[in-house]
């Protein structure tokens, strides 16, 4: 989109999680050396939370990325689940088809092989992100599984990662025999001023900036005055106000695109948010909570296009799109959630300008395909069906709708059958 403008091979401010990208502040590089010390020491698990945005998941994938070939891995993502379906997702994680099983069977499972991958010189680690949602039960099953043990030592070494509550939910009375068990625990805060203006220009730099100046220089105060430095904050705002520039070609991004940006989104200075308004902010970037007005159509609040998400020609939501961001993915987070395996966590995004719909992949796993074809970057036109997996994305611009529209017609969205 803005890639030639600005002399870029990536786009910068993604906010799929990408190890590349990863700014090691002080409190993220610290973050990452607790999670470290879990390879070496068995004795405890090791916490880490911090507020949405903040970079945690990026932080787990570059430290798996960087393990040594003798760790097995489980990573669950998923935690709004029972016990026996914990212990089945981590079962499933180490390659077992554990669904039939009871939970006797699925304890004797796991344990025999924690064994077994301990006396082929192995190491076993488990990673529950989005702990936070994990009941007092599972969290009290995860405390029996840290207790596997050898006459030496523990097999299985845990990390809990997750919003601020998971510490409060690890202080109550009932995880007491847990809470004694944590070796380590570190809260991730946002970024200062300072680090605020060195992620930025880290990211740019990693896109190809080559140490050119992209943002000038009194963008940096209004950028953390809006964002506090929640990076993914930062990266909604520095996007869309790249984004601005790239309508006005502009090779630099000036105070004046942070501030017109700010007012697209329809941000107010973060200090003055409420703790919740900030939740709800950042969950739904890029988007925040989008006000409309009651009175008066806001230019951002008119409908372009509408996409409807549907599989095996089951319609599940319709979305609307307006002017700015709309980010696909597996998870909640998203703006519209595909709960499917073969959708990554941040899939892909549509950017809508008044002119036109781009869908880009945010470095998904499995991708999308237009037209039978595999595409990173599409401008849509009306009636394109995007294929995600097992789902479809159907595009219906409503400019195209509006002009072409004959009496009698109600405009309603045909799914197609897959």
Request: glycine share 6%; aromatic share 6%.
């Amino acid at each position: 989109m803005y890639l030639d403008l600005f002399k870029l091979q990536d786009l910068p401010f993604r906010l799929s999680p990408d190890p590349q990208y990863l700014y090691l502040s002080r409190n993220h590089s610290r973050a990452k050396a607790y999670m470290e010390s879990t390879i070496w020491f068995t004795d405890g698990f090791v916490v880490i939370t911090g507020e949405i945005g903040s970079g945690k998941t990026t932080l787990i994938e570059t430290f798996l990325r960087e393990l040594e070939q003798d760790v097995v891995v489980a990573q669950v993502n998923q935690t709004q689940v029972s016990a026996l379906e914990f212990l089945q997702s981590v079962l499933v994680q180490f390659g077992f088809q554990p669904f039939k099983m009871r939970k006797a069977e699925l304890l004797a499972t796991l344990n025999q092989f924690l064994i077994e991958q301990y006396a082929a010189g192995r190491k076993v680690l488990l990673i529950v992100d989005e702990a936070q949602n994990l009941s007092l039960r599972v969290l009290e099953e995860i405390r029996l599984l840290s207790g596997v043990e050898t006459s030496r030592e523990k097999v299985l070494r845990i990390i809990l990662a997750g919003q601020p509550e998971l510490n409060d939910k690890l202080d109550t009375r009932e995880l007491v025999q847990l809470a004694q068990r944590i070796r380590l625990r570190f809260h991730l805060t946002a970024l200062s001023q300072e680090d605020t203006r060195a992620y930025v220009l880290h990211r740019l730099e990693v896109a190809g900036a080559g140490g050119r100046e992209i943002f000038a220089a009194d963008t940096f105060p209004e950028i953390y005055r809006y964002t506090g430095g929640t990076p993914r904050l930062v990266n909604t705002l520095c996007d869309t106000a790249m984004m601005g520039a790239y309508a006005a070609d502009e090779d630099t991004v000036s105070r004046d695109d942070i501030l017109r940006a700010v007012e697209e989104l329809q941000w107010t200075e973060y200090a003055s948010r409420t703790h919740r308004e900030l939740r709800t902010m950042i969950a739904g970037a890029p988007g925040g909570e989008r006000r409309l007005e009651t009175t008066g159509s806001r230019r951002s609040d008119v409908i372009l296009a509408h996409v409807v998400l549907a599989t095996e020609g089951n319609l599940l939501a319709e979305m609307p799109l307006r002017l700015g961001r709309v980010i696909i993915g597996r998870t909640s987070d998203n703006d519209i959630q595909v709960d499917s395996r073969f959708v990554s966590r941040h899939h892909c995004q549509i950017v809508t300008t008044p002119e036109s719909c781009v869908i880009e992949d945010l470095n998904s796993t499995n991708g999308m395909a237009v037209r039978g074809k595999r595409v990173r970057r599409h401008v849509l036109a009306d009636g394109d069906v995007v294929i995600l997996g097992q789902h479809t994305l159907t595009y219906r611009d409503d400019r195209v709708a509006r002009a072409t529209r004959q009496p009698g017609d109600t405009g309603q969205v045909e799914v197609p059958q897959s």
